[in-house]
């Protein structure tokens, strides 16, 4: 099992910056990929972001290429999502996973653990 924390979230303005941190704990070399998703009030959970733990591809949302950025610190075994130029619309409670199988995804069922969620509200 591997757990997740994540935090960073906020209540910012459009156009402000955020960065949010995943710690990762318990058996976190079975982990393949982590990624950011997140779900807006009455949406479904999507993807935003993922990277390898090794080698450190890094996939991202059309949505938001060019303004997030994922990274990972393997040391510290934490994963990060750095975001600029904040909108309205990225308003949703953002969500760490990772996932444990072999090979890479973009979509939410393409994860295995969870972490409880961090808030980001944007206002305009």
């Known amino acids: 099992q591997v757990q997740l924390v994540e935090s960073g979230g906020g209540l910012v303005q459009a156009g402000d910056s955020l960065r949010l941190s995943c710690a990762a704990s318990?058996?976190?070399?079975?982990?393949?990929?982590m990624g950011w998703l997140r779900q807006a009030p009455g949406k479904e959970r999507e993807f935003v972001a993922s990277?390898?733990?090794?080698?450190?591809?890094?996939y991202y949302a059309d949505s938001v290429k060019g303004r997030f950025t994922i990274s990972r610190d393997n040391a510290k075994n934490t994963v990060y999502l750095q975001m600029n130029s904040l909108k309205p619309e990225d308003t949703a409670v953002y969500y760490c996973?990772?996932?444990?199988?072999?090979?890479?995804?973009?979509?939410?069922?393409?994860?295995?653990?969870w972490g409880q969620g961090t808030q980001v509200t944007v206002s305009s």
């Open positions: 990277i390898r733990w090794s080698g450190g591809s890094t």
């Open positions: 318990g058996r976190t070399f079975s982990s393949y990929l």
């Open positions: 996973a990772a996932r444990v199988r072999p090979g890479t995804s973009t979509s939410v069922t393409g994860f295995d653990s």
